[in-house]
């Protein structure tokens, strides 16, 4: 019947009130939307809120039985008006193609420490190989070849790997399902839909991946409606763009239902310290929406109030990112904590501590006996290296304290430095400080010159030096 894309929606919703229904809906995509526009589809269908107490099942992807949910879909309703059936977290068009963006998901999810989510992506990547969060330590697929993973899952077996043990020792008692997949009931429901259905029933497919060359999606953009609500999660400009509309949107329509207003300069703002994360952004929202009263615009100053960083937080990100030789975000950050009023002299404290570990530890890379090899992955790094520098050094030794993933990451991040350029680093920062202290110049004018002498490309140093 038709394919629609986040931004064609409000149309379909439209065509639904007035009586433009299909006898089955896919929404695939960011789950926040899919949930949000499920709801909104479920309110048009079923308009009268006690006919979706009775005429609105909900089934739950990671425990369906597909057999179960088709007779429900052939079965009239007892009470003559229309049922719709929501399958929330649906599998039925997860392959093997999809495996590598769950795995990217849960991974991004488990650095985001959010546990939960992870565990959930990866027990569907695992059920697409007939396996469960239970058979991760049972069949040792952390040590499997790659040739067996690449077999399993369909994409290359990632470097990193220990994480996984720790989320699924953490799943234990965490609801996330650990039960096998089911059989694949594609064929099942086409034949279903085939055959005929009460013409009152509706069935809406949820899910956060589609596998488009699957018969059944290719069925359901013929004979149902198909809404792709898939947003590019990459760093690219576009990607970048693509998310902060999506944001800005439910901003905008959280802040409508509350009959308020964002002050303009507060938005980008509000969308840097919540980053992509569209529930997150939902829920500051209406948090900000709640805490102005009767006001109706929310300021910069509500803003900070509600949703700021502390900033200890702050501190740590701007290092970060100085760390990982990303001018942009460190001047992003700098502009934050100028505007919390964070004196640059804290700021030059912590990139002075800062900047004293990635000297220790490009030292210890540079030694000529030195166990560090540029490019090593994590798992060489904890088991081999990492003890064998140790042993050398000693375990207290500043550069190798810590948990071994963060020691890990000082040692990547000083593979993007040299020690010529850490020491100029350093020197530069001191001059920062003296300027800080008695020029009178703009402090924060002061400190974005240090960051575009250290972190600018080479080519552009060499076309724009930094007066001394």
């Known amino acids: 019947m038709a394919v629609y894309k986040r931004q064609e929606v409000h149309a379909l919703l439209k065509g639904v009130e007035r009586g433009e229904t299909a006898p089955v809906y896919l929404l695939f995509g960011e789950r926040y939307l899919c949930q949000e526009i499920a709801n909104d589809l479920i309110c048009r269908l079923l308009p009268d809120e006690s006919q979706r107490l009775n005429?609105?099942?909900?089934?739950?992807?990671?425990?369906?039985?597909?057999?179960?949910?088709?007779?429900?879909?052939?079965?009239?309703?007892?009470?003559?008006?229309?049922?719709?059936?929501?399958?929330?977290?649906?599998?039925?068009?997860?392959?093997?193609?999809?495996?590598?963006?769950?795995?990217?998901?849960?991974?991004?999810?488990?650095?985001?420490?959010?546990?939960?989510?992870?565990?959930?992506?990866?027990?569907?990547?695992?059920?697409?190989?007939?396996?469960?969060?239970?058979?991760?330590?049972?069949?040792?697929?952390?040590?499997?070849?790659?040739?067996?993973w690449q077999e399993l899952?369909?994409?290359?077996?990632?470097?990193?790997?220990?994480?996984?043990?720790?989320?699924?020792?953490?799943?234990?008692?965490?609801?996330?399902?650990?039960?096998?997949?089911?059989?694949?009931?594609?064929?099942?429901?086409?034949?279903?839909?085939?055959?005929?259905?009460?013409?009152?029933?509706?069935?809406?497919?949820?899910?956060?991946?589609?596998?488009?060359?699957?018969?059944?999606?290719?069925?359901?953009?013929?004979?149902g409606v198909v809404v792709d609500l898939s947003v590019d999660t990459g760093v690219s400009s576009a990607a970048r763009k693509d998310q902060d509309g999506l944001l800005k949107d439910i901003v905008q329509q959280s802040l409508a239902r509350f009959g308020k207003k964002l002050e303009p300069r507060a938005l980008p703002v509000l969308l840097e310290r919540v980053g992509f994360h569209p529930v997150a952004v939902a829920m500051e929202t209406e948090k900000l929406a709640l805490?102005?009263?009767?006001?109706?615009?929310?300021?910069?100053?509500?803003?900070?109030?509600?949703?700021?960083?502390?900033?200890?937080e702050a501190l740590y990100e701007l290092n970060e990112a100085f760390g990982n030789h990303d001018l942009g975000a460190s001047l992003t950050i700098s502009h934050r904590l100028k505007e919390n009023g964070v004196h640059p002299l804290i700021v030059v404290a912590g990139l002075r501590n800062f900047l004293r570990k990635l000297l220790l530890v490009r030292a210890i890379i540079e030694q000529p006996a030195s166990a560090y090899?540029?490019?090593?992955?994590?798992?060489?790094?904890?088991?081999?290296?990492?003890?064998?520098?140790q042993e050398g050094l000693g375990p207290q030794q500043k550069a190798l304290a810590g948990h071994p993933f963060a020691v890990y990451k000082s040692f990547q991040q000083g593979e993007r430095f040299t020690l010529a350029a850490l020491k100029r680093a350093r020197t530069g920062l001191l001059t920062a400080e003296y300027r800080l202290k008695g020029s009178g110049l703009p402090e924060y004018l002061i400190l974005e010159d240090f960051l575009f002498s250290v972190l600018q490309p080479p080519e552009r140093a060499r076309q724009h030096p930094v007066a001394g």
């Open 55 to 148: 005429n609105l099942k909900t089934i739950d992807g990671d425990q369906e039985e597909m057999g179960a949910t088709i007779n429900m879909l052939k079965t009239y309703s007892l009470f003559g008006a229309r049922q719709v059936i929501r399958v929330m977290d649906s599998q039925i068009l997860y392959s093997k193609v999809v495996a590598s963006a769950l795995w990217d998901k849960a991974r991004k999810a488990w650095d985001g420490k959010e546990p939960k989510k992870a565990l959930r992506h990866l027990a569907q990547m695992l059920a697409l190989a007939d396996l469960a969060l239970a058979d991760w330590e049972k069949e040792e697929l952390g040590g499997c070849a790659p040739g067996r």
């Open 291 to 312: 805490s102005v009263g009767e006001a109706e615009t929310v300021t910069m100053d509500d803003l900070n109030a509600m949703v700021g960083r502390t900033r200890e």
């Open 153 to 223: 899952f369909g994409f290359a077996k990632p470097e990193e790997l220990d994480w996984v043990g720790e989320a699924c020792a953490a799943g234990e008692g965490s609801g996330v399902s650990a039960a096998a997949p089911k059989i694949d009931g594609a064929e099942l429901l086409t034949a279903a839909l085939e055959a005929g259905i009460p013409q009152g029933n509706t069935l809406i497919l949820v899910a956060e991946a589609a596998d488009k060359r699957k018969k059944l999606f290719k069925y359901l953009e013929k004979k």
């Open 373 to 389: 090899s540029e490019g090593v992955s994590y798992g060489a790094f904890q088991k081999g290296v990492l003890p064998q520098l």
